[in-house]
Nanobody
Framework: HVQLVESGGGLVQAGGSLRLSCAAS????????MGWFRQVPGKEREFVGA???????IYADSVQGRFAISRDNAKNTGYLQMSNLKPGDTAVYYC???????????????????WGQGTQVTVSS
């Protein structure tokens, strides 16, 4: 499995922006699709978005138009740019990676075999 480390979380006011990074090591990052998930205590891990090896992306309806996923294979790093943040976006954010195969882009936590440790994002009102 590829090893993943997230960074960039923190406290931000509603309407603000944050960019999360996911640094990969141990394997060829370009061989992996990457996903972002978030979780709050007592709830299941929620799909945020995913990006394919080729760079196409999908998003949950709740973040569509506000969040953007990208990747820089030369730096072995993926990114989650979050804009117009809302208090409801408060969660621990996780990046994940896997080689598949899938029919389309993966959306379920069970589709991913490698996970980072998570980074806390807190949005104040």
């Amino acid at each position: 499995h590829v090893q993943l480390v997230e960074s960039g979380g923190g406290l931000v006011q509603a309407g603000g922006s944050l960019r999360l990074s996911c640094a990969a090591s141990g394997r060829t990052f370009s061989d992996y699709a990457m996903g972002w998930f978030r979780q709050v205590p007592g709830k299941e891990r929620e799909f945020v978005g995913a990006i394919s090896r080729a760079g196409s992306s999908i998003y949950a309806d709740s973040v569509q138009g506000r969040f953007a996923i990208s990747r820089d294979n030369a730096k072995n790093t993926g990114y989650l740019q979050m804009s117009n943040l809302k208090p409801g976006d408060t969660a621990v954010y996780y990046c994940a990676a896997d080689q598949g195969p899938w029919a389309g882009l993966p959306r379920s936590p069970s589709d991913f075999g490698s996970w980072g440790q998570g980074t806390q994002v807190t949005v104040s009102s």
